[in-house]
């Protein structure tokens, strides 16, 4: 999220290749001129590309050929001619796409839109309102939960940021469900159209509270509100609106991810009665031991243990949440 004075200028892309059908859900198996592919090189290190004969895209692993990846079927891993390099061509979905895209404002990630998802009832045929496009992310991932028959109404003050998020849905097949427009949501609120017929409203603003009147004009009645505040002093304001304007149901959540290691590790089997002095019956075998003989050692078993990682990924923002009734 940035504030209008934060904003720099961000130039849009020269040429964008129309994909040959919509991608980020269809889940083609087969590589077609013209589609967006998710290049997987590394887990901290993913591009994209859209494919053209005779184009090439190079890395620090080598050139990677478009010839090379068109016409075989996405999870396939492609070399370079020139080198031993490699990299997965991916289907694209939002997840990929979110740590693909070309960040223009700092976006929801895969964690925080899940839960926002969530806790929305996001799903088929839902009408949802989006202030603060940014690059992109959470719309991707709204248009997903809600098509074929909902629409994504997203806006951005920023017309340079509107703009190449325009062109971007286009590319991606996705202008069929999302709609993008260089709107104020604060000063000038939604376009009176979309008046009672929204499900959800999600604010990404540096003044979520200064919509809020504006968010319960176009909510249906049961539709769902939801905030994303880096910081609590915003949150605390955005729910004081939210009382005022009779909200019900108001609550602020925060996310963390916690990620756990799994290893193999060996651990003795106790022998219970190994030094007896009377007659056992072997507990494996069913078979009866001569008194004071002792049990072959026993063999260590394989265990998987899971330990939880030290680092764990920090604050990233509030998510209020709230519901018109």
């Known amino acids: 999220m940035t504030t209008p004075a934060e904003v720099e200028p961000v130039a849009a892309p020269t040429s964008v290749v129309a994909p040959s059908s919509v991608s980020m859900w269809a889940g083609k198996p087969i590589v077609e001129v013209g589609d967006l592919v998710i290049l997987y090189e590394t887990h901290n290190s993913v591009t994209y590309a859209f494919m053209e004969k005779d184009a090439v895209y190079q890395n620090r692993h080598g ?36 740590k693909a895209l070309r960040h223009r404002t700092q976006i929801v990630f895969t964690l925080d839109a899940s839960a926002i998802l969530f806790n929305t009832h996001c799903g088929p045929g839902k009408i949802v309102v989006e202030s603060g496009t940014g690059s992109g992310a959470l719309t991707t991932s709204f248009a997903r939960a809600i098509q074929p028959s909902g629409h994504v109404y997203t806006f951005e003050f920023n017309a340079t940021r509107a703009q190449v998020a325009k062109e971007e849905f286009a590319a991606n097949g996705l202008n069929k469900v999302a709609t993008v427009e260089c709107r104020d949501a604060c000063e000038q609120g939604f376009p009176e159209h979309l008046d009672g017929k929204v499900d959800v409203v999600f604010l990404d603003l540096p003044c979520p509270w200064k919509a809020v009147g504006h968010a319960k004009r176009v ?43 799994a290893r193999y590790v060996s651990m003795p089997v106790p022998d219970f009665g190994a030094n007896a002095t009377i007659a056992q019956v072997d507990a494996a075998t069913g078979e009866k031991r001569k008194r004071g003989e002792k049990p072959e050692a026993p063999e260590k078993d394989q265990l998987t243990l899971a330990k939880r990682d030290e680092e764990m990924r920090g604050h990233t923002a509030f998510l209020t949440f709230a519901y018109k009734f």
């Open 63 to 98: 050139a990677f050929h478009h010839n090379d990846m068109i016409g075989h079927r996405y999870g396939t891993k492609v070399y370079s001619r020139m080198s031993k390099g490699y990299i997965y061509i991916l289907s694209p979905t939002p997840e990929l796409w979110s």
């Open 219 to 261: 909510l249906k009645t049961g539709g769902a509100f939801a905030s994303y505040s880096p910081c609590m002093e915003q949150v605390q304001k955005t729910c004081d609106a939210l009382r005022i304007d009779g909200f019900d149901r108001i609550r602020t959540i925060e996310t963390r991810l916690m990620t756990y290691t």
